[in-house]
């Protein structure tokens, strides 16, 4: 193993004078030290949410005590060291598969695929969330639980995240439910979605003020209305006196909304909208000069 690290030394100081001789080669190097670095900080995450963490460290110090029993000449135990690291590395390859092969999975669907322009894989997990979250509405308008679920779009609302109590979790329908069984924890408020996750529960939304809303609209229709009136956010409401499924979009209600259409709806404004380039430039300009306007004539009644 000693042998190996001075061979590796020697091979980078002729990769050095390479470089000096051929100045064209630095482009290179350059990409070559970024997709090392990205690798060794991408392993390194992944690494501390599993046990192989431990064992990297237990690794470092078993590579430590190497390199110091070659230096202080102690040849038994460097043999035996040496001996452990050759048939190691074979032995954790087998014991630690299932933890490479998530890392690999997880590589093969990361964000950075996106500057190369893959977005199907990002296309297709919102679609997966959204029948996930379509289930879980479905089942709680069944029971007649009340619930409220907001879609993040291209108009960030982390004022409004950041009321309720931060989950940052998968999306599943039996997470969904759970939060909004009566008298839990975080049943009372909304539920927040964004980039493919449950950002945070029991968030405070704001009421909306037009006097046109109908009186026997209760709080969680208030709050999706007034939400979605000011920001380009999807909200989802299910009533607790009727069990019906209602969703805001650019503050107005589309009440008693039938499972395919409740569907369809999210697709096309959640996917179809969001990876057409022109589409998602002109909604978010048209959603800005709208709440622009509104702000204006706030600011003019005020004066009034």
């Known amino acids: 193993m000693f042998e190996n690290i001075q061979n590796l030394k020697f091979s980078f100081i002729d990769y050095i004078y390479e470089l000096q001789n051929n100045p064209w080669q630095i482009v290179t190097f350059i990409l070559d030290i970024t997709i090392v670095v990205f690798l060794i900080v ?28 070659n230096t202080f000449q102690l040849k038994l135990l460097y043999f035996i060291l040496t001996s452990f690291m050759s048939y190691g590395v074979i032995a954790l390859l087998i014991i630690f598969q299932p933890e490479l092969r998530r890392a690999i999975e997880q590589l093969g669907s990361s964000k950075f695929l996106r500057i190369f322009g893959i977005d199907k894989s990002v296309s297709d997990k919102t679609k997966e969330d959204i029948y996930k979250v ?34 940052d979790a ?6 969904l439910v ?25 968030c405070i939304l704001p009421l909306t003020d037009d006097k046109d809303v109908a009186r026997e609209l209760g709080t969680r229709h208030r709050a999706a209305i007034g939400t979605s009136k000011e920001s380009d956010a999807i909200c989802v ?27 369809r709806i999210l697709i096309k404004n959640l996917v179809t909208a969001k990876f057409g380039t022109e589409q998602k430039k002109d909604r978010i300009k048209r959603i800005k000069e709208k709440i622009a306007n509104k702000k204006l004539k706030k600011k003019e009644n005020i004066e009034e």
């Open 42 to 69: 991408y392993f390194t995450k992944v690494a501390k949410k599993s046990r192989v963490w431990q064992l990297l460290k237990g690794i470092t110090l078993l590579v430590i005590f190497t390199i110091l029993s």
């Open 134 to 167: 379509i289930i879980a509405v479905q089942e709680m308008a069944k029971t007649k639980t009340g619930a409220l679920i907001v879609f993040e779009r291209d108009i960030k609302i982390q004022d409004i995240i950041e009321t309720g109590i931060k989950l």
């Open 170 to 175: 998968e999306i599943s329908p039996q997470m």
């Open 178 to 202: 759970n939060i909004f069984v009566p008298k839990t924890p975080l049943h009372d408020g909304a539920v927040i979605i964004s980039n493919n996750k449950i950002t945070s529960a029991a």
């Open 237 to 263: 409401v299910v009533s607790e006196e009727t069990g019906k499924v209602s969703i805001a979009k650019d503050g107005t209600l589309i009440a008693d909304v039938k499972e395919e259409a409740l569907k």
